[in-house]
């Protein structure tokens, strides 16, 4: 299939499209009015089984749990083409920005949370194509039942896709980081890793969720990234986290943009607190041919000891390298 069929954004809205809309969701079976489904501790809920050609336009899903944390224990996976391991694995809702555990409302073009008092919508707009099959899941990892709503959109095509035609990924690690004895990093190996992968694509952005363990400042970590197999320098080499993020001079504002942001989840001034910051390339993606190691340095010369956790974002051909794995719940709850 060419580029002709991918359609869309204001420009091409009146442009005749080739395919079929369907949705997959939780509306009740019986014509009732219970239209969720109730995910059990250590039950997988499989969202949806799709057969393609097909590309997942929209997610949109709200519900409840009745522990705190609980959406960063839950697991969202998404299997392409019948792949053994999945292309997407992270906590529910990091995947859609609620780092720490905890929403908060925020507009960003390809994510957002819609949070009405205690509840929130979580909305993805990330094209996600695949010629065979999509499967898409949710296991609870905590200890009470989980309530969820949840559509997801996705056009059917006649024609499969060629293979020019890459396969949308996300993954989840965190870190404590490690705080290095130097001034001076001309290596990037001690940095933060945001995302290792191999084969063909782009790196499309990431959310990262910090919550610094000591007083001051723990920006001023340069991002790296290096790309197909590059040593020193890397292709892409900033200045700082508040730079690389589109801010400056550090993140005393919150804000939502298309493509960055600031989200708060508590009220401290002095850096003390949690924060989620975001940097979609939309606009800008950074392509690979082999290879790419998207870094960042904790604190200036990585001299910081924090709580880092990210979502990578990226296309890529298949099969990937599993570059990270989810820790258990007792390792993914947020620092006190």
Request: proline fraction near 5%; charged fraction near 25%; charge should be negative.
């Amino acid at each position: 299939m060419t580029e002709k069929y991918f359609l869309g954004g204001l420009k091409d809205l009146f442009l005749q499209r080739n395919y079929k809309m369907k949705r997959e969701s939780s509306w009740d079976r019986t014509g009732g009015n219970r239209d969720f489904r109730i995910i059990k501790p250590g039950e997988t809920l499989i969202l949806a089984d799709l057969d393609g050609p097909a590309i997942i336009k929209h997610m949109w899903f709200t519900g409840s749990g009745r522990e705190l944390y609980w959406l960063r224990k839950l697991i969202f996976k998404i299997y392409w083409d019948n792949e053994k391991n999945p292309s997407v694995e992270t906590p529910f809702g990091d995947f859609f920005g609620a780092g720490h555990g905890i929403a908060r409302h925020f507009i960003s073009l390809p994510l957002n949370i819609i949070c009405s008092g205690n509840l929130s919508a979580f909305n993805s707009y990330f094209p996600m194509p695949f010629n065979k099959n999509a499967r898409l899941e949710i296991t609870n990892e905590g200890e009470r039942d989980v309530t969820l709503y949840y559509h997801i959109d996705y056009a059917v095509y006649e024609e499969e896709f060629d293979k020019k035609v890459l396969r949308f990924h996300a993954k989840w690690r965190r870190e404590i980081t490690k705080p290095e004895q130097t001034d001076i990093n001309l290596t990037g190996e001690k940095n933060y890793l945001i995302l290792y992968a191999e084969g063909q694509g782009h790196y499309v952005g990431t959310i990262v969720s910090l919550k610094s363990r000591k007083p001051g400042w723990w920006g001023e970590g340069d991002d790296m990234i290096f790309v197909d197999g590059e040593k020193w320098p890397p292709s892409i080499h900033g200045t700082g986290t508040e730079d690389y993020f589109l801010a400056s001079y550090g993140f005393r504002q919150e804000y939502n943009a298309p493509f960055h942001g600031v989200i708060r989840t508590d009220d401290t001034v002095d850096w003390s607190g949690r924060y989620v910051i975001y940097r979609f390339h939309i606009e800008d993606p950074i392509p690979f041919r082999k290879q790419i190691k998207v870094t960042i340095e904790h604190g200036h010369a990585n001299d910081r000891n924090d709580d880092w956790s990210s979502i990578a974002y990226w296309y890529q051909t298949e099969p990937h390298k599993e570059f990270t794995k989810i820790p258990p719940v007792s390792d993914r709850l947020p620092l006190i």
